[in-house]
């Protein structure tokens, strides 16, 4: 009997001490709030690191905030966020500005953005003088999409660009309140599917990257250990997500909330265009700045990679988990 009691007490405190012990290691994790533009495929990493406790794994208690690129620029610079998950004409242009910024990983080595139009629109030329929805003035969305326009021959002058918001770029279209959007994955499949017409691959005319990680220098210098644990998570989820089809469709599924078929072509292009080691190269970032200097922007300015990125971090956690690195 004795022996038995002792038994019982020996699994309570056991089961106590497994208790706190999970209390402890939680309050021990690092809380990081990281800004994204829009629940789409250029975020999909960080969805699969949450739904899968990668983040936890590497330390960190993430959160995932959504916000219009600007307002997480403001958000970055007052303290309010870390890291802001992408590399854009928005984010570069801010930090050629002055904001003490740098891209710090790439998530993807291209765009995939198509201009889906209404049904009664059969041509890019019938959408002259009318309304093409973006997801905001001056980041990804627009600067591309200028520069498709142009690469199909076509003068962005012509046309009514209007930045929407990226979470009723969809609402807008369905109304009737604009006549085409610039969409990705998984809205530009619910889109086709819809009936709406594709009338222009944009990410087959703009060579860029889509998605990563900014964030201020004075992180990248003061919080050096949490930065490399963040990239390590992300590319740990993103190499988990290319070797698993069905896990990463069950995500897409479930954070996009979208259908199977549409989940499968999601990942297909996911595949494509994901970014292989996470390293900021420097043509992606060249590719930017052009894309920049196209519109007018910071025109006859020399620029060096280091101005806009900080590849070190990226470049020793690619190391570190078995990644080939120039």
């Known amino acids: 009997m004795k022996n038995r009691k002792r038994i019982q007490i020996l699994a309570i405190a056991v089961a106590l001490l497994g208790h706190w012990a999970r209390v402890y290691a939680q309050e021990g994790k690092t809380k990081v709030r990281i800004a994204i533009p829009s629940a789409s495929i250029c975020c999909l990493h960080l969805f699969a690191a949450q739904q899968w406790k990668v983040f936890e794994d590497n330390g960190l208690d993430v959160e995932i905030i959504q916000m219009r690129p600007q307002v997480a620029n403001a958000a970055m610079i007052a303290g309010e966020i ?10 570069v242009a801010a930090t050629l500005r002055g904001m003490s910024s740098r891209a710090v990983w790439f998530a993807s080595d291209q765009l995939i953005y198509s201009l889906l139009a209404r049904p009664e629109f059969k041509t890019l030329r019938e959408l002259r003088s009318k309304r093409l929805a973006v997801g905001g003035l001056g980041d990804t969305t627009e600067v591309s999409l200028r520069i498709g326009l142009e690469a199909a021959g076509e003068n962005p002058k012509d046309f009514v660009i209007l930045g929407v918001g990226n979470p009723n770029i969809m609402s807008a279209l369905d109304s009737g309140n604009v006549e085409a959007a610039l ?11 819809k009936g709406f017409r594709e009338v222009l691959d944009v990410g087959a005319q703009v060579k860029m990257p889509l ?8 992180t990248i210098q003061n919080r050096s250990a949490e930065t490399r644990r963040l990239i390590r998570a992300m590319q740990i989820a993103k190499r988990s997500m290319l070797q698993s089809k069905e896990k990463s469709v069950d995500v897409i599924i479930r954070v996009f909330k979208v259908n199977r078929e549409t989940a499968q072509d999601t990942f297909i292009d996911y595949q494509k265009t994901v970014s292989g080691n996470g390293v900021p190269s420097r043509a992606g970032v060249e590719q930017i700045v052009k894309s920049l200097q196209l519109l007018g922007q910071f025109g006859g300015r020399k620029i060096a990679f280091e101005d806009v990125a900080d590849a070190r971090i990226a470049r020793e956690v690619a190391k570190e988990l078995g990644y080939k690195v120039e």
């Open 82 to 91: 870390h890291y802001f998950a992408g590399v854009g004409p928005n984010s």
């Open 183 to 193: 969409l990705n994955p998984p809205l530009l499949y619910y889109a086709k599917r």
């Open 211 to 218: 998605g990563g990680l900014t964030t201020m220098t004075s």
